[in-house]
């Protein structure tokens, strides 16, 4: 019997050693199986889809917002709103590479963020974020700072519908440049950093109703009220030079908006369909409200109206085109229409402020609309909430915070600038010549193209004479 068991044991060493073996094997196969998956992988889908959002939402400012707005201007202060639509590409978009990224998703605390990411330090072609999709899957970082970046760039490019046709132009390159840094980034870290105090309180504003619209309109109305009006407002008639430019821009800010609340899904997911289709109906509900609302008061609908009802239905629904059902977006549609059309037609002749393109009426009040009804209408609540009562206060508290940072935050930037320029408003003579002209010493429609002659001097030779001599030379 011990002879039996002595000469099976070197088989049973090596089974149990292969057995041993087997195991360790196994348990490495298991932890690089684990350790693959803790591995942050790019979703592919959702990368495209975000990429062609970015670029949906640079094509609202650029043309769709300039083409709005330059529609709704005179002829001779055209060139000067794409201008500044351009300029406010060019300088945001460097800003936001250089620190607004760090300032507005640096880690930092309940206000601001942090210098972490200046010049987008720390982040590579390894770098990933991940998304909403449930699970979450992951795009690039770089494509989450582009993103973003469109974001940060239409939002003070809004502000200039409330000062078109008044406002110098290098006085405007600056105020964007600090009011960037000032207002947007610190608002942009509080709704949306992860530790930002509204993002934490659990407020809803998924595309951003507080960040990009309420931020732009408050600021838009205190710079109004500082520049005064347009001179000869209420003494001649200032109607906008070519409606069409102005509903090809309303049609081209629809589209790029798909980009704009289904991209902020960041996922080719259910969540990007349901804002998609919450956005469109939002917008369509506003334009049809709005010209039964113009058939009742005025008797006829408008194009004029068309577009700014469309605009209106799309500010109000970004901060909830994801947390509300379709027929929530009916609603947030419809009741845009009625905000913004008496904020238009009877509280801006009441209060007597001259808001050139109806800013504040659509954006701020038509944002503050969207973000109350982000809460009113949410299927979906805010981390934390549990009822949509509890909801609205989360909402009215971003919306007080907004409200007035905003517009202070504007005034003190204006008062900053105000040594440096003398005055941030173009000077008269420039002002009743065009801005084209006096700023940019070019036409938009040739030299016939509804600027003044200077009557000493006939035709195109009068207009650049007159828009290249001193100032004190030039004939009003």
């Known amino acids: 019997m011990t002879s039996t068991i002595r000469s099976h044991t070197p088989f049973a060493v090596a089974a149990v050693l292969g057995a041993a073996a087997t195991m360790l094997l196994a348990s490495a196969a298991a932890f690089a199986e684990d350790a693959a998956a803790a591995a942050p992988v790019v979703d592919s889908g959702d990368t495209a889809w975000v990429l062609a959002a970015s670029a949906l939402v640079l094509m609202m400012t650029l043309p769709g917002l300039a083409l709005f707005y330059g529609g709704l201007v005179r ?11 351009m300029l406010s590409a060019g300088i945001v978009g460097v800003l936001w590479i250089l620190v607004g990224y760090s300032l507005a998703f640096g880690t930092g605390n309940a206000f601001i963020g942090d210098f972490s990411k200046v010049g987008l330090s720390g982040v590579t072609l390894d770098s990933v974020v991940a998304n909403f999709a449930s699970p979450p899957r992951n795009i690039p970082e770089y494509l989450f700072v582009m993103f973003q970046g469109m974001f940060a760039i239409i939002t003070p490019a809004l502000i200039l519908g409330a000062v078109a046709e008044r406002m110098k132009f290098g006085a405007w390159c600056a105020f964007i440049t600090v009011w960037f840094l000032m207002v947007y980034c610190p608002i942009a870290h509080m709704v949306w950093g992860s530790e930002g105090w509204i993002f934490k309180a659990g407020a809803i504003d998924f595309a951003g109703g507080l960040v990009v619209h309420m931020s732009s309109g408050f600021s838009a ?61 939002a917008a369509s509900t506003a334009v049809v409200a709005w010209a039964l609302i113009e058939v009742m008061h005025r008797g006829k609908p408008t194009a004029l109206g068309g577009a700014t009802a469309a605009v209106a239905g799309l500010v109000a629904i970004t901060p909830a085109c994801g947390n509300v059902t379709p027929f929530g977006a009916i609603w947030i549609g419809a009741g845009v229409s009625i905000v913004s059309y008496l904020a238009c037609t009877f509280l801006k002749p009441a209060l007597d402020y001259d808001d050139s393109l109806d800013v504040f009426g659509v954006h701020a009040l038509g944002g503050t609309w969207g973000a109350l009804a982000s809460g009113l209408f949410a299927a979906t609540l805010g981390s934390g909430i549990e009822s949509n009562a509890q909801q609205i206060v989360v909402q009215l508290k971003g919306i007080a915070f907004v409200v007035v940072f905003a517009p202070l935050a504007t005034v003190a930037i204006v008062l900053a600038l105000t040594p440096i320029f003398g005055s941030l408003r173009a000077a008269e003579e420039d002002e009743v010549l065009g801005l084209d002209l006096a700023e940019h010493s070019e036409s938009a429609y040739g030299f016939a193209g509804g600027t003044p002659v200077a009557p000493e001097l006939g035709g195109a030779v009068g207009h650049v004479a007159l828009a290249m001599a001193p100032a004190h030379e030039r004939i009003a």
Do not use: I
């Open 221 to 281: 109305l205190a710079l109004a009220l500082l520049l005064g009006k347009r001179r000869g407002l209420g003494k001649e008639a200032m109607p906008p030079h070519s409606l069409p430019l102005c509903m090809v821009g309303a049609g081209l800010l629809w589209t790029g908006w798909f980009g704009f609340n289904a991209g902020s899904a960041l996922s080719a997911s259910p969540l990007a369909t349901l804002a998609f289709l919450n956005t469109s109906t």
């Open 75 to 85: 002829a001779k202060n055209v060139l000067n709103v794409l201008m500044q639509c």
